[in-house]
Nanobody, 116 residues
């Protein structure tokens, strides 16, 4: 099973940027996509966006044009570049390894706080 470790969260002012990283290690058997999710207090985790093994990306509407997922295969690392951050982006962000829509493994999560 793949192990995922996120980093890069923190506190930023509205309009600012953050880049999250997700380092992967272990077996990648069955992984078709890597994704970023976020969880608001008292809510279920929601998919922010994902990247396929072929490099195709898709995003939820609320982050399109502001967030971008990329990866560095040599470093086994996926990134989430977040620009034009808004207070409503405040959440715990998780990376995930996916087989289709099924989550195979979660990272530990990293807090992102956007102040107004």
């Amino acid at each position: 099973q793949v192990q995922l470790v996120e980093s890069g969260g923190g506190l930023v002012q509205a309009g600012g940027s953050l880049r999250l990283s997700c380092a992967a290690s272990g077996s990648r058997f069955g992984i078709t996509h890597m994704g970023w999710y976020r969880q608001f207090p008292g809510k279920q985790r929601e998919l922010v966006g994902r990247i396929s093994s072929g490099g195709f990306t898709n995003y939820q509407d609320s982050v399109k044009g502001r967030f971008a997922i990329s990866r560095d295969s040599a470093k086994n690392t996926m990134y989430l570049q977040m620009n034009s951050l808004k207070p409503e982006d405040t959440a715990v962000y998780y990376c995930a390894a996916l087989n289709g829509n099924n989550v195979l493994s979660w990272g530990q999560g990293t807090q992102v706080t956007v102040s107004s």
